[in-house]
């Protein structure tokens, strides 16, 4: 049977099953959506991040509903009744067409044996309805390694933490102040008909009152404006950027810091972004274009600066290190299942390197920002008074904000269902001589 005769159920759960064998959304996903056509991808989309964002509630049903677990040759077939149950619990969807379609999917994709129990379990699913969740990893769909870390780190703020990274996160957008204030650009999508509003601490924020395509956004392929969100838009009011200064944007894949960095003042002498991922670098360079920026990209490890660094120190560095992204999951629900605790260790020690090595090419009287987009302490806070013990000429400085937690060595952003995305930044700066 050809991919394009496959119907949409059958891919969710290929995809599905790709995320479940280490391969994030970003990777597994767009292959997927090219096999529809597309007026039917948005919903292959829905699909794929909904089961994922409930992932750790509809398994534990699903589990519940099986006298024995599917053999591993037959694993598809538990993901695309994960979906079917996504559907049913989840979406509008008609209930007769969700069954009768996923007997068919199963058929799909060539395992006409499970039909049977396919139909059995979804009906049974259907006339039951949705069980009481047994344990808080159901009920609240995230791994348990994750809950109970959050409820150690934030023991008053846990269960605000996991219902917002089950909701969906709003758009948010970052006028190019180059070309438009933030009241200009706000007149114009009222004029468009969209509903936005300002945002409360990014300075050239405005969140959407729903999310809309890119092209429906005036002037959006002329550079007016780009997608980010509120909490990441924040890294340019820390840097006290003036003109003349070399700035470095240290891990800058997708760009949006970057951009935002060269929009937020004009007359810097150079930025120099760097990624080290090859395949990642081209839309650094496309987002520079459509808002007519220009850096010096590089792909190369921030941390081998033998390998990159010209020698000239840099007045103003942005790290924005490689992190758990515990703070985004609402954006990537696939974090849920490709994320372990065994990660963050290895992730730390990576911070600190990095840390390390910018230490030594920032300028005498230059500042340096740390960000991870996490809201595990063992990433952030404590990271930065792991270095500040070790680098005793670093000087920490409390940013001014009115947003975010100060915790005693930077500030920390908890996702907020309403606006902005996990985050954490910490200031500081290297001493004259």
């Not at 609240?140 to 909701?167: C, G, T, V, Y």
């Not at 990441?232 to 935002?260: E, I, S």
């Amino acid at each position: 049977m050809g991919d394009r005769q496959q119907p949409m159920r059958a891919i969710a759960a290929d995809v599905m099953l790709a995320v479940e064998n280490g391969q994030s959304l970003s990777q597994c996903l767009p292959p997927a959506l090219n096999r529809l056509p597309p007026n039917e991808r948005p919903e292959l989309q829905a699909l794929c991040y909904g089961t994922c964002r409930w992932f750790h509630r509809l398994d534990s049903e699903l589990n519940g509903r099986l006298k024995k677990p599917l053999r591993k040759p037959d694993r598809i077939i538990h993901h695309l009744m994960l979906v079917a149950l996504f559907q049913l619990r989840f979406s509008q969807q008609a209930t007769y067409a969700v069954l009768n379609e996923t007997v068919e999917a199963c058929r799909a994709l060539d395992k006409p044996h499970l039909t049977g129990l396919v139909n059995g379990v979804l009906r049974a699913a259907e006339r039951g309805g949705a069980p009481e969740s047994a344990d808080d990893s159901a009920r609240f769909s995230h791994p348990e390694w994750m809950l109970e870390k959050l409820r150690h780190n934030w023991p008053e703020d846990w269960q605000h933490i996991l219902q917002a990274n089950n909701a969906q996160a709003p758009m948010t957008l970052r006028v190019n102040a180059r070309r438009f204030s933030r009241d200009e650009y706000l007149g114009l999508l009222a004029d468009a008909g969209i509903e936005a509003a300002a945002t409360r601490f990014a300075p050239y924020g405005i969140q959407l009152a729903s999310p809309v395509p890119v092209d429906r956004l005036p002037w959006f392929a002329d550079g007016a404006v780009s997608v980010q969100d509120e909490a990441a838009q924040l890294c340019t009011t820390m840097m006290d950027l003036a003109p003349g200064q070399r700035v470095l944007d240290a891990c800058a894949a997708p760009g949006g810091k970057t951009c935002a960095i060269l929009e937020a003042c004009g007359e810097l002498a150079e930025v120099v972004a760097i990624d080290e991922s090859a395949d990642r670098l081209p839309r650094v360079q496309e987002n520079l274009d459509r808002l007519d920026l220009n850096a010096t990209l590089k792909q190369a490890d921030a941390a081998a600066t033998d390998q990159w660094w010209d020698g000239q120190a840099f007045d103003r560095i942005l790290l924005d290190v490689p992190c758990s992204a515990s703070g985004v999951i609402r954006r990537h629900p696939d974090i849920k299942l490709l994320r372990r605790e065994s990660d963050i260790t290895p992730l730390a020690a990576i911070q600190l390197g990095l840390l390390d090595a910018m230490w030594a090419i920032l300028k005498p009287g230059g500042r340096l920002v740390y960000a991870t987009c996490s809201v595990f302490p063992q990433e952030n806070h404590r990271i930065i008074q792991r270095f500040c013990k070790q680098q005793t000429d670093a000087i920490l400085v409390e940013p001014e904000a009115q947003w975010g937690r100060n915790m005693g060595a930077g500030r920390q952003l908890l996702p907020d269902p309403d606006s902005h995305d996990g985050f954490f930044y910490a200031v500081l700066e290297k001493p004259e001589p």
